[in-house]
C-alpha cells in the first residue's frame, strides 16, 4: 500500500498509518425488543460465517456462547446471502429474550475486512443497537 501511494505522488501532509485490514469481527445487537423475528436474513463477504445466542456479555468468552443457530463455511462464493430461521423469542422468558444475536465472520486475504449487511426492518444493519469487533489476525 505504501509502495502504491509513492507511485501516486500523493501530496499527503501526514505519513499515515498503514494496517492490515483485519480478517476476523464480531457484530452482536441485543436480543430485547427483537421477539417479532423469526428469520434473519444477511449477506456477507465473509467465507465462514457463524450466529448464535450469546449471554449477558454477549457472547465475549466461550463459556458464554449458545449452541450456534447457524454455520456456513463458503465455497469460494463472495457476497453470499444468507436466511437463518430463528428460534421464538418469548418477551417474559429470560432465557430466550435476554444477550445478544451474535455473528462471527472470517474472511480471506482477497475477500478485505469483514463486512455485514443487513436490510430486515428490525435487524437492520443501520440501527444504533449494533456493535462491532475487529478481532487482530495472529
Known amino acids: 500500500l505504501r509502495h502504491r501511494v509513492s507511485e501516486a505522488k500523493l501530496k499527503v501532509w501526514y505519513p499515515g498509518a498503514y494496517h492490515r485490514p483485519s480478517r476476523r469481527g464480531t457484530f452482536r445487537v441485543p436480543i430485547a425488543g427483537k421477539t417479532t423475528v423469526k428469520t434473519f436474513t444477511f449477506r456477507s463477504n465473509a467465507a465462514s460465517v457463524r450466529l448464535y445466542h450469546g449471554g449477558e456479555e454477549g457472547g465475549e468468552s466461550s463459556e458464554s456462547r449458545g449452541d450456534a443457530l447457524y454455520q456456513y463455511t463458503g465455497d469460494g462464493e463472495r457476497d453470499a446471502s444468507h436466511a437463518v430461521e430463528l428460534p421464538t423469542v418469548t418477551a417474559n422468558d429470560d432465557a430466550t429474550s435476554s444477550g445478544y444475536y451474535v455473528v ?19 435487524m437492520l444493519s443501520m440501527i444504533d443497537e449494533w456493535q462491532w469487533r475487529g478481532d487482530r489476525d495472529e
Open 104 to 122: 462471527e465472520l472470517e474472511t480471506t486475504e482477497e475477500e478485505g475486512p469483514p463486512c455485514l449487511a443487513i436490510q430486515d426492518r428490525e
